[in-house]
């Protein structure tokens, strides 16, 4: 290495080198002990020069003094070019030149920074740094060159190529970015797109996923490798450019792939496949579709991967990944990586797939188990709205109803069951039909709730301890449930029920959360009703309260999903509602969009129900009401009496039948119950004749023997009309008969009441 102890002089430089200045330069070599070393400097030079490192030697001002044969190949030297020269004079000589410069500026400032802090730098430099590579990862290492002073004469690099292992670290980072990406939803599509994003630009420059239209629907795909002309439907596409290739199948359209195209042999093989552009079967594929071939052509696709997508022994999908922008094509080791990717995306898609599946099943079973419609009546105009859940299975345990009741009165349910998921809709489903049948008997609010929680504690007996799959705090005060055995099932409810005539409205909570009242002057307020225990307690009693409600009122019922959320309690929840309230909407729809809209995020937690009802007050115009003493004298006087007023209302064509009616059930209000005794006849969509007295004892059909004097009265009544029941009330019961009218007619006069 001779040649550079003097190497001062090829650039013109004094031999003295300890006269050390600013511009000192590499200097004393020579033996430290005073012995000659002559005989190793050959043995120096050949190592130097031989190295396979790629090795340079600069003085302090980051000129060259030497390059080994290694580096002067890679940057395209001859001998001693590089003498005396900046990294940035070699840079024009160097073919694509716009490529490396920066990537040698950089080297460039780092043995700067080696000259000015005295301490080595270790960098790793990826690119087209050498230019007989498309892309190359460098390992160099620099450090600073002393005298035995400790002054620093110059520095020195080596660099070696970690291509290699930093392509394997790659694919190792890839792999790991895979496990975390993809499948962080339990959407089949959104699923699909993040297997795209992760493989783009990380394996590829183009990726297609294309999944079996089975599969993007929830539905089982078929089991085993497909054969034939395959459906595809594409899920997710993605390209390091926007635009290229202009996209031949639109994420979400079919597509049908012949039995000969490379998806449809690999669905069919159940392996991948690596092509070259210019393959026969590839090509051919590619030749048949015009839009294809013109893509290709434009961006320059050169390698190709079409990858399965198999999960649990069943295939989901097929994806394609492609190359177009980068320059190598793809390798039997890309073709691993990318089947290791697929397998992972292949099961999170199918438990996408599965989630879909069961989310569609348990949102039909709820669907089914509420009302498909509310019924037209008249006592109330309703409007309702139910929300899954974003989270979970998407449903849960509300539930709302509206239920028709005698004497034009209607009940106003709106419930809720703890949990979410398919038990709890099951359960909620039990407890509604439960609610219909307790309605049916016409029972009171607050007797309703008492047998509706005998019915909660009796399921939860035949089930026995079954673990929730949601908070049990976030309903109620079904959070005071502590013990396994109530908590297996627990539930609120409100159960109202409004009179048109009496414009009464009683109601009776179990747990569940106060309903809002907005009056016909827009004020708002919350009823004060007895809590109630939660439904599964038992042994506790519930309480209802009556309000008088202006016609035109409007009572809103929701579930507590509608006012708490992850950032709100219940009362800013409330106050919330309050305000949301206050402004008056067109109509009961208007009013439910508004209120959702105002009250919930994107995705609320809990699934919200809600059922808001506007009163309506029957006209006395449509009810006639006689007080009778009990003389069997009256019957006749109470069926003339019921003819006029059918009269008046021109329902003439009604009276015999009415006649029948009134004097069967007054007769027997009579003969077995106790005074007072009342008879109303109500008009509207249908004649409801009702007989009260203060007799708790309920009568029933019978079928009357052929010598029995009785028994033949209520049976004549079930023939001649439509439906018939008995409500107790809390002074005795009442009787009561629906007859249909073939035309709905007018009042014509005021009502007649004797």
């Known amino acids: 290495m001779r040649e550079l102890v003097g190497q001062d002089r090829d650039v013109g430089e004094s031999d003295d080198v300890h ?29 130097f020069e031989q190295s396979p490192l790629y090795l340079a030697l600069y003085d302090v001002d980051l000129r060259i003094r030497r390059m080994n044969a290694a580096a002067r190949r890679q940057l395209g030297l001859h001998q ?27 080297v460039a400032e780092q043995l700067r920074q080696v000259v000015q802090t005295g301490q080595p730098v270790h960098v790793t430099v990826v690119g087209p740094v050498l230019i007989d590579s498309e892309s190359r990862t460098l390992a160099i290492s620099m450090s600073p060159v002393k005298d035995r002073g400790g002054r620093i004469r110059g520095v020195y690099s080596a660099a070696f190529d970690v291509s290699e292992q930093h392509v394997a670290q790659q694919r190792l980072a890839l792999l790991n970015e895979a496990s975390t990406r993809i499948g962080s939803t339990l959407d089949v599509a959104r699923t699909a797109q993040e297997l795209a994003e992760v493989a783009v630009p990380g394996l590829a420059d183009w990726v297609s996923v294309d999944l079996l239209e089975s599969v993007y629907q929830g539905h089982e795909p078929v089991a085993g490798p497909l054969h034939g002309p395959v459906r595809l439907r594409r899920a997710a596409h993605l390209s390091v450019i926007d635009g290229c290739p202009d996209i031949v199948v639109e994420p979400g359209q079919v597509e049908i792939y012949p039995d000969y195209s490379p998806p449809a042999r690999t669905l069919a093989a159940g392996r991948s496949a690596l092509y070259h552009i210019s393959d026969p079967e590839l090509a051919a594929w590619i030749a048949a579709d015009a839009n294809r071939t013109a893509a290709v052509r434009r961006c320059g696709f050169h390698s190709v991967m079409y990858v399965p997508l198999r999960a649990r022994g069943t295939t989901v999908g097929v994806v394609t990944v492609a190359r177009h922008r980068r320059a190598q094509p793809f390798e039997q080791d890309d073709l691993i990586l990318a089947d290791e990717l697929a397998t992972r995306a292949a099961v999170a898609i199918d ?63 709106i419930g809720d069951v703890v949990g979410h998921g398919v038990h709890a809709a099951a359960t909620m489903g039990r407890l509604r039909t439960a609610v219909r049948t307790l309605a049916d008997v016409d029972l009171a609010p607050e007797e309703l709730l008492t047998r509706l929680d005998d019915v909660v504690t009796r399921l939860a007996a035949e089930e026995g301890p079954v673990p929730t799959d949601g908070d049990v705090g976030d309903v109620g005060d079904v959070g005071d449930v502590g013990d396994e055995d109530a908590g297996a099932i ?116 809990d699934d919200v129900a809600l059922l808001v009802a506007r009163t309506h007050v029957l006209d006395a115009s449509q009810v006639a009401m006689w007080d009778l003493p009990a003389d069997p004298a009256v019957v006749a006087g109470a069926r003339d009496q019921a003819s006029r007023q059918l009269a008046v209302w021109g329902l003439e ?41 203060a007799s708790s004892t309920a009568p029933h059909l019978r079928r009357a023997r052929v010598l029995d004097e009785g028994g033949r009265g209520l049976l004549l009544v079930a023939q001649l009309t439509r439906r018939w029941g008995t409500r107790h009330t809390r002074s005795g019961k009442t009787i009561w008969a629906e007859q249909p009218l073939a035309v709905g007619p007018a009042p014509t006069g005021p009502a007649f009441t004797g």
């Open 19 to 47: 006269a050390v200045t600013s511009g000192d330069r590499i200097g004393d070599f020579s033996d430290p002990a005073g012995r000659s070393r002559d005989d190793d400097w050959p043995l120096l030079d050949w190592a």
């Open 653 to 693: 064509e009604a009276t015999f039948i009415t006649e029948l009616v009134v004097s069967e059930l007054v007769t027997n209000a009579i003969r077995h119950a106790q005074a007072p005794l009342q008879l109303r006849l109500i008009l509207d969509g249908s004649l409801i004749c009702e007989v009260s007295d």
């Open 80 to 106: 001693a070019d590089e003498r005396g020269r900046y990294l940035d004079e070699l840079l024009p000589a160097l073919p694509g030149l716009a490529m490396v410069t920066e990537q040698l500026r950089q």
């Open 351 to 413: 438990n996408a797939r599965r989630y879909t599946r069961e989310r569609a099943t348990a949102l039909t079973l709820q669907r089914s188990l509420l009302p498909q419609r509310l019924p037209a009546q008249t006592a109330v105009d309703v409007a309702s709205r139910y929300l899954p859940a974003g989270t979970d299975m998407g449903v849960g345990g509300g539930w709302y109803d509206v239920i028709p009741l005698s004497g034009t009165r209607v009940a106003l349910v």
């Open 490 to 605: 627990a539930a609120t409810c409100l159960y109202a029920v409004y009179d048109p005539v009496s414009h009464r409205c009683s109601l009776a909570r179990a747990g569940h959360a106060l309903p809002a009242l907005v009056t016909p002057d827009g004020t708002v307020d919350f009823l004060d009703l007895p809590a109630g225990p939660p439904l599964g307690v038992g042994g506790l009693p519930f309480e209802a309260a009556e309000f008088d409600l202006p016609e035109g009122s409007v009572l809103v019922l929701y579930t507590d999903g509608l006012l708490e959320t992850r950032d709100r309690d219940t009362d800013a929840g409330l106050s919330t509602l309050r305000h949301a309230l206050a402004h008056p909407a067109l109509s009961l729809e208007t009013l439910c969009d508004t209120l959702l809209a105002a009250m919930l995020p994107d995705c609320p937690s």
